[in-house]
């Protein structure tokens, strides 16, 4: 069964630093998706991207954040300059259009 | 930001019974809710879905039932199984809108 992949499944970074999460969406799908959830809470929407550009985001997603899809298998979520409080889980998502399917999420630790 | 609303943080069933996990929505645009099961380091997992033109939709053990003049919609997950033990989250979205809003989620704990 054709399921959502992200590497890594765990990231430490430094505060200030670059990061890039990874994900491969299922391959017929053309809606993609970044959530995050911090320890604790809720599963928060950050981004929905389709035919190359950003179709809706939150007020989560600043300028701090950029969604790429490079080449036309991945798709993935940048953190310029990471703070403390970006420390999440992040999950990537792609639908069909109406179900979203999610992978197992990138823990991201910022020190 | 709370436009859906799980109530209930935990629930603990005993195997072989019904759970019944609860939604509330403000958003009277969402008209597609869908249901995610969630097992610790893993991502959510879809379950069942519903579109705003029907009441209920059942697809083996698990039943969505929506009341869209009381915002509710519930699951049901009969015979409740052990392995049923995850954090259930209810979602919503507007089909012109791909910004789905999800629950805080409810723990459900099914003891055999």
């Known amino acids: 069964e054709p399921e959502v992949t992200q590497t890594p499944s765990h990231q430490v970074t430094q505060m200030g630093q670059e990061v890039i999460l990874r994900c491969v969406p299922i391959s017929n799908h053309l809606y993609f998706y970044w959530y995050r959830q911090i320890l604790g809470q809720k599963v928060e929407f950050l981004v929905s991207?389709?035919?190359?550009?950003?179709?809706?985001k939150s007020e989560i997603f600043d300028d701090q954040f950029s969604v790429e899809r490079p080449d036309g298998s991945n798709f993935t979520l940048k953190i310029r300059s990471t703070k403390l409080e970006d420390s999440a889980m992040y999950f990537c998502a792609s639908s069909d259009p109406d179900t979203q399917y999610f992978g197992p999420g990138t823990r991201l630790t910022v020190l | 930001d709370q436009q859906v609303k799980q109530n209930s943080p935990s629930l603990s069933v005993q195997e072989g019974r019904i759970s019944i996990l609860n939604c509330d929505y403000t958003n009277s645009m969402f008209d597609y809710f869908l249901w995610y099961k969630k097992y610790p380091a893993e991502g959510p997992t879809f379950l069942i879905s519903?579109?705003?033109?029907?009441d209920k939709n059942e697809d083996g053990r698990f039943t969505v039932f929506l009341n869209k003049s009381a915002k509710h919609l519930s699951l049901h997950i009969v015979p409740s199984q052990p392995g049923d033990s995850a954090v259930y989250f209810c979602?919503?979205?507007?089909?012109?809108?791909?910004?789905?809003?999800f629950g805080a989620g409810t723990r459900l704990t099914v003891k055999p």
């Open positions: 979602a919503a979205s507007a089909r012109n809108n791909n910004d789905m809003r």
């Open positions: 519903i579109s705003s033109i029907k």
């Open positions: 991207f389709y035919n190359n550009e950003i179709s809706e």
